[in-house]
């Protein structure tokens, strides 16, 4: 007899039963005043007020189909007008209420380079290249260092498509992302102590590991700019930091590449930031983290966020004390 045995990452952490998570959804859309229900390939979630980007020109690819490996990440998705509305973009401004002056975010047209240890340099239009790309939809867990977290409705596709795509040579070990620099348009990049433009990387194995994803779209639409349009990366098992917005570069190299917040600050922020609550960060603890979108609950933060049957493999030669930060 076939007995499907759900993989951790699919467990809940508080035994999301169907009637819990549909309970705690019901109170969430009553909470927040939301008028329905947003229903996306068979996903659903409170639905906000924001509207699918006008004139989009890949509107006609979302939603996507669900991969049911990733269907259900075990917690409430979050409302989509509470995480359209509190985000990291430091582009656009240090605090959390970016949404507004994100809307200068030009997203046409838009390219990505590929570069470094490539069989050919390539520089695509992302209309292009999202079309060549296998897209589906995932919820995933996010943790951000600063000890909140999320669930998210992604459109997009696993970063491996789009290595293979670029067809690194054998001797890369990294991939390298780059974020737009564009003062004019971004206001935060005017903020000439940060090393702009944003910086993050991963190894060859996290990069190809099924877990790490580019999203192109969220609750079932392109992605709006605040998220990082038109790209964006979400590595769920790291702290939300390495989750690069609005990608313009892929590079492959040999040596490991400085992310913008080592570059910041070493001592604090390092490259692998992979969650683990047994290691306080410098100046707070991240035992717990605060689930947004509910009225303030905490709940017990997991290693790898909950993921690690997926990635904890990726790091046997790692030294461990390089490995949570
Ligand atoms: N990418 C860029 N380019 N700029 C940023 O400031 N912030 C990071 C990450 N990616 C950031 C970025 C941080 S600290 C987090 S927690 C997540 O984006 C936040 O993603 P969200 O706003 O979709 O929650």
């Not at 007008?81 to 240090?94: A, I, L, M, Q």
């Not at 959390?96 to 695509?124: C, H, Y």
Request: one cysteine or more; proline letters at 7%.
């Amino acid at each position: 007899m076939f007995i499907k045995r759900p993989k951790s990452w699919e467990i809940p952490e508080n035994k999301a039963s169907s009637e819990a998570t549909f309970l705690n959804r019901r109170t969430l859309i009553k909470a927040a005043g939301f008028s329905g229900i947003g229903v996306a390939a068979g996903l659903s979630w409170p639905s906000g007020t924001m509207q699918a980007a006008e004139n989009d020109p890949t509107a006609d690819l979302y939603p996507a189909t669900v991969n049911p490996a990733y269907a259900d990440a075990g917690k409430p998705i979050t409302p989509e007008d509470v995480n359209s509305k509190y985000n990291n973009f430091y582009e656009f401004g240090s605090h959390k209420r970016i949404f507004n002056e994100a809307q200068k975010l030009k997203t046409r047209p838009w390219s990505v380079t590929f570069d470094g240890l490539v069989d050919k340099e390539m520089t695509v239009d992302f209309d292009t290249l999202v079309r060549a790309m296998p897209l589906e939809d995932r919820v995933y867990r996010h943790r951000c260092v600063e000890a909140w977290s999320m669930v998210i409705p992604w459109s997009g596709f696993p970063l491996k498509a789009l290595v293979d795509y670029a067809q690194p040579l054998s001797s890369a070990k990294y991939v390298r992302f780059e974020t737009f620099n564009d003062s004019k348009m971004a206001s935060g990049q005017r903020q000439i102590w940060y090393p702009w433009p944003y910086i993050e990387g991963l190894t060859m194995a996290e990069a190809t590991n099924d877990l790490a994803f580019i999203a192109t779209g969220a609750y079932g639409k392109p992605l709006a700019k605040q998220f990082g349009a038109p790209l964006r990366l979400h590595t769920p098992w790291k702290y939300g930091f390495k989750s690069i917005k609005s990608i313009v570069r892929v590079s492959f190299t040999e040596e490991r590449p400085v992310s913008f917040w080592e570059e910041v600050n070493s001592k604090e922020y390092g490259f692998y930031a992979n969650v683990n609550p047994k290691v306080p960060h410098k100046r707070w603890s991240q035992a717990t983290e605060e689930v947004l979108g509910t009225g303030g609950e905490r709940v017990p933060t997991q290693l790898y966020n909950g993921y690690g049957e997926q990635v904890a493999n990726l790091y046997s030669d790692v030294p461990e004390e390089q490995l949570y930060f």
